[in-house]
């Protein structure tokens, strides 16, 4: 089910196009990744989405209808420039960050308390938000986004600035928001946690989209027909046995064991491949190497930039 | 609850709640309180007795002069280097009034060892006059000096100032205290503008760089939180002034109970000119016939004051303090949201702080003549209205002027917040290097 829907957004600045016809939908439910390089127009996406601004054209669908000022209320947002008012108390703040949200005052306190305790930072009610490190800003900032237990959570770069036990904090608590049914846009350049968390994705480039759909289904597609076997005793001739279908991209010698990079034809199978090991060397181990989502994203955004400066 | 108003309260609870803000409000009464009490105390001070030795040469004023409640005369002769040596270190005497040798333009020396008040002279200088004038009456010119008196007295010549209004009826005016009153009250609008409204601008400033800026629009519109913003100080400069206007009074009274008499009028009108004893059984002096057409002017000027549309002022200067502070704090929100530091902020505030700053370099001519047409087109302009009305107001301004002002204020603060708006909204989100004038103006076409 559709959940969010942008449609054919453009927003133009002065100097320049930040989205160009935009079009994509969110299903409810899922971690969906927002990527692109710097400067790709995936802030000012966001900010349409949270109606700090407005497209100049376009249509963004919230659960079918056109998106209206009081679904405000149903967004949760954690925007990468962050901040918190440095003087006033944390719990002061966080009180007020959600009364803004639209819950009452008696709710936001009960509800507070409940993160304060989980998150173990309750000590910290009275204190001001300067006396905090920067990692526990962040923790108090992740409560104020998520207090009003919105549908629709919008997380930009949330894992930096954490250590890597917060961030894997964070990590769980994103996928247990999920798994509680709210639907969840993350946009960050970490690529290990897109291939971690993400369902779906959409790769923004100079204001266009350039890659989109579910992210299982795209590394299959973009597998490369690469192999990495690991062989120990090995024929001195195996190089000049191999058939035309293989190709050898690489070869490494590591503790006694020959690691060969391997591509095959489209017509060969990884099977054969295989066979052909075990004919002629003692295969130590066989795998399949996938693209990662980091190499996805080079490649894609290179091939555009490429492909755009010929035109 | 509406999330105007959770701003508003923030903004306000957040200020009130500051160390300063209460440090201010309980500081500045007390400098206020000690700007009144101070002086009359220190007068009422000096009311000790001031002893002087009169040595004459020419013998005539021996016995003639009048003591007064702070200066008692003795008269003695001999060796004016003796009496210098043994009377003034001890303290026998406060000062020696050596009179020279002389006949109608006498020469005298006073003598002391710590300064004597301020007005001693003056007042001993008042009755030699007046005592040689009447032996030049009697002795030159065969005038008995009492008779000369009544004639003086009975043919003075007075002129009143009476203004008029609409309907030709007598208002009553006292152009002085006008003056005073409205370079008061213009004085006290452009600071509470100026410590405000630049809170403002600070306040936009911090959300800005504290990056949560963008946390809060997008849960409140922008408009919402620059009003809200803007509203929460006003209500926090409201509040500051009625406390400082109350604790003031409290201190005040509190002092007059404590110390009935305190504030003697008689007694702080009888300071001002240099009096001999109003009870003396002689002949009234020049002196006491000055002192009392002064204390007429006193009791004139605490009529005048009293005269005073106060109620028209008062909600006057509230009015102006209102909107001539919404219509700066507005400015300063949109200069607040266009730039990313303090220091980048003043290429902005400029052209917006220069009227204001004109008008108070310009307070002094526009209060000598409040109705001239420097002060009449600055009380209409709305930058400088706040102030400039101000300063006109208790010399008396047609009801249609203050109305047109106060028109063209308010027109003025609706077009300042919507012009503020339009940048606010674009300028929170923009970092990076300083803004020109040119997208300044982009901003707002959008």
């Not at chain 2, 105007?4 to 500045?28: C, D, H, P, Q, W």
């Not at chain 2, 003031?248 to 008689?266: A, M, R, S």
């Amino acid at each position: 089910m559709k959940f969010v829907e942008i449609q054919n957004v453009t927003k133009r600045f002065s100097n320049h196009l930040a989205l160009n016809k935009i079009s994509f939908s969110i299903n409810k439910g899922v971690v969906f990744g927002l990527l692109g390089p710097n400067g790709a127009g995936k802030t000012t996406l966001i900010r349409i989405l949270n109606q700090i601004t407005a497209p100049d054209s376009g249509n963004i669908l919230f659960e079918g209808h056109p998106i209206k000022r009081t679904d405000i209320e149903r967004i949760g947002y954690l925007p990468e420039e962050r901040g918190l008012y440095k003087k006033m108390k944390v719990g002061e703040q966080a009180l007020y960050l959600a009364q803004l949200k639209g819950l009452s005052k008696e709710e936001a306190i009960k509800r507070l308390h409940y993160w304060f305790k989980k998150f173990e930072i309750s000590y910290w009610w009275e204190r001001k938000v300067e006396e905090l490190s920067k990692g526990m800003q962040q923790k108090v900032q992740f409560i104020t986004t998520i207090i009003h237990q919105p549908e629709f959570l919008i997380f930009d770069e949330p894992f930096s600035g954490f250590d890597p036990i917060n961030a894997n904090l964070m990590k769980e608590e994103i996928l247990e928001l999920k798994k509680k049914g709210a639907t969840i846009i993350l946009s960050t350049h970490n690529m290990a946690s897109v291939e971690e968390i993400c369902d779906d994705i959409v790769l923004i480039n100079n204001a266009e989209i350039i890659l989109d759909g579910n992210l299982a289904e795209i590394k299959t597609a973009s597998k490369l027909n690469q192999f990495q076997v690991e062989v120990g005793d090995i024929d001195s001739d195996i190089v000049n046995l191999l058939p035309t279908e293989y190709e050898i991209l690489g070869t490494e010698k590591m503790n006694g064991y020959t690691l060969f990079t391997m591509k095959i034809s489209q017509n060969a199978t990884p099977n054969q491949l295989l066979q052909f090991f075990i004919g002629h060397a003692s295969v130590h181990s066989f795998k399949e190497i996938l693209p990662s989502m980091n190499e996805i994203f080079i490649d894609k955004v290179n091939s555009y930039n490429k492909s755009h400066q010929h035109e | 609850m509406n999330k105007t108003l959770l701003i508003i309260a923030r903004e306000y609870l957040t200020r009130v709640k500051k160390k300063s803000f209460i440090v201010m409000t309980i500081l500045g009464p007390i400098l206020m309180a000690a700007l009144i009490i101070v002086p009359v105390y220190i007068s009422n001070k000096n009311l000790k007795e001031v002893k002087i030795l009169v040595v004459d040469e020419n013998e005539f004023f021996i016995n003639n002069f009048t003591d007064t409640k702070k200066v008692v005369f003795s008269y003695r002769s001999g060796d004016i280097e003796k009496f210098k040596k043994d009377c003034l270190v001890s303290g026998q005497y406060d000062a020696i009034l050596h009179i020279l040798e002389g006949t109608q333009s006498l020469k005298s020396n006073l003598y002391f060892f710590e300064e004597p008040p301020m007005n001693l002279r003056s007042n001993i200088e008042s009755q030699m006059d007046k005592l040689l004038f009447d032996k030049v009456l009697k002795d030159s010119f065969n005038i008995d000096p009492a008779k000369f008196e009544i004639i003086k007295n009975t043919t003075r010549s007075s002129i009143a100032m009476i203004q008029t209004d609409e309907t030709g009826a007598e208002k009553k005016n006292f152009t002085e205290l006008n003056r005073i009153i409205g370079m008061i009250c213009g004085f006290a609008i452009y600071i509470f503008i100026f410590m405000f409204a630049s809170q403002v601008l600070r306040s936009v400033l911090e959300e800005k760089t504290s990056r949560i800026v963008e946390v809060l629009i997008s849960s409140v519109k922008p408009v919402q939180l620059m009003m809200g913003k803007i509203v929460g100080v006003a209500l926090v400069g409201l509040t500051q002034f009625a406390l400082w206007v109350v604790l003031t009074l409290v201190i005040v009274l509190g002092v007059q109970i404590t110390n009935p008499g305190f504030f003697n009028k008689e007694q702080i009108a009888m300071e001002m000119p240099i009096s001999p004893d109003g009870t003396s059984e002689f002949m009234p002096t020049a002196d006491e016939i000055e002192s009392y057409q002064d204390n007429q002017g006193i009791m004139e000027m605490i009529n005048a004051f009293y005269d005073i549309s106060f109620t028209q002022i008062i909600l006057s200067f509230l009015f102006y303090f209102l909107f001539g502070y919404l219509v700066y704090a507005a400015l300063f929100a949109a200069v607040g949201s266009a730039v990313d530091n303090e220091a980048d902020s003043g290429q902005f505030t400029m052209p917006v702080t220069i009227p204001l700053i004109l008008t108070m370099v310009l307070i002094m001519p526009m209060a000598e003549d409040p109705n001239g047409a420097l002060a009449w087109w600055m009380s209409m302009i709305p930058l400088t209205s706040p102030v400039a009305m101000l300063i006109r107001l208790p010399s008396g301004v047609p009801a249609w002027e203050l109305m047109l002002s106060m028109g063209i204020l308010l027109l003025f603060f609706y077009f300042c917040v919507w012009f503020a708006a339009k940048i606010y909204r674009t300028g929170i989100l923009m970092y990076g290097k300083k803004p020109s004038y040119k997208e300044l103006w982009k901003w707002i076409r959008y």
